[in-house]
């Protein structure tokens, strides 16, 4: 069998996913890797062997997501020639995370595809949505890679086709610690904001993964590193606690690991608004933006009681044996 399957390469959810998933897609068949964005810092992990620069996101500094350069991007010929060019019909299956082009190139080709991941689950209306919806980001969600079917992950199942969240082996098999560091991971703000405002708190350490870091460097009380799959998983096995973006996958470890999680959500970035929203309703601390409130918030945060969430995990094996039975339901 012939595998084709599309990561979003917008941030390093996607590309640590689909790394964990491969060896058990490989049990079905030869696959093929389309890598399409170029944010991720784990893209050589995954050998592609196809490529694009496809719609990349851009940050400012101060916790939101920079639209004009993203526009000044977008290049929709260049989009519309590769979803023509990919060569969906070789294939026996195509399974798609969340990438556009591939699911153009799918409706072109008039090829069946399986919608797969976090953004999958929002086909469902019974996903929590944060109190004021957002018309655009709905329809985003909903049309940016559509599929012919679907299969979710999400933080509960929410509907028939929403599983638990892929979690690495690494954490999967970990005995968490408490070494006392706060693991923090904020890649839509300045490294210069998170140091002024971290180092209002001189009594707890923090480890601070950069996109902007080459070498570990070390500030009082800050410890930046470069955002490296082995060193991140390592810091949130051992940490007290970690503040991070409302994404999926980081939260999702974090409450399997049962760490104390506080979560920022990307300004204008409805997703995880969403996310946000479902992470409230399990009790999770959420702050609207990092500003001069944050150490208040933070100290408030610690003393709180560790979160008694109990995530659904079915498993990567179960979870990959889900998909392809809805391929026999349209081979």
Not at 57 to 77: E, F, R, S, T, V
Request: proline content about 5%.
């Amino acid at each position: 069998m012939k595998i084709f399957y599309a990561v979003q390469a917008t941030g390093n959810g996607h590309v640590s996913r689909a790394i964990e998933l491969l060896p058990y897609l490989r049990e079905y068949g030869q696959v093929d890797v389309f890598l399409s964005g170029n944010n991720a810092n784990l893209q050589a992990d995954l050998a592609p062997k196809y490529t694009s620069k496809g719609l990349s996101l851009h940050y400012g500094a101060n916790g939101g997501l920079d639209y004009a350069k993203m526009i000044k991007q977008l290049a929709l010929k260049r989009l519309y020639d590769e979803a023509k060019a990919l060569p969906l019909k070789a294939y026996d299956v195509v399974i798609n995370d969340f990438e556009p082009i591939t699911a153009l190139a799918a409706k072109l080709q008039k090829v069946p595809s399986i919608g797969f991941g976090h953004q999958a689950s929002f086909q469902s209306a019974f996903v929590p949505r944060p109190a004021r919806k957002h018309l655009i980001g709905e329809m985003v969600l909903k049309h940016y890679a559509p599929a012919t079917n679907y299969v979710g992950l999400h933080f509960e199942q929410y509907d028939d086709f929403i599983y638990g969240p892929v979690i690495k082996d690494a954490i999967e098999q970990a005995v968490p610690e408490d070494h006392g560091h706060f693991t923090v991971y904020l890649p839509h703000y300045h490294d210069q904001l998170l140091k002024q405002i971290l180092l209002q708190l001189p009594q707890y350490r923090f480890e601070i993964f950069s996109r902007n870091m080459q070498v570990v460097i070390e500030d009082s009380n800050l410890l930046f590193r470069p955002i490296a799959n082995q060193a991140f998983t390592q810091s949130l096995i051992h940490c007290h606690g970690i503040i991070t973006g409302a994404g999926f996958e980081t939260p999702a470890e974090a409450l399997y690991l049962g760490k104390k999680l506080m979560v920022i959500p990307i300004k204008g970035q409805y997703e995880q608004y969403c996310n946000a929203a479902a992470l409230k309703l399990l009790g999770i601390e959420v702050l609207d933006k990092l500003d001069d409130q944050f150490v208040q918030y933070f100290h408030n945060w610690v003393g709180l009681p560790f979160p008694q969430v109990k995530i659904p995990y079915v498993g990567k094996e179960h979870l990959i044996t889900s998909v392809f039975e809805l391929v026999s339901s349209y081979a």
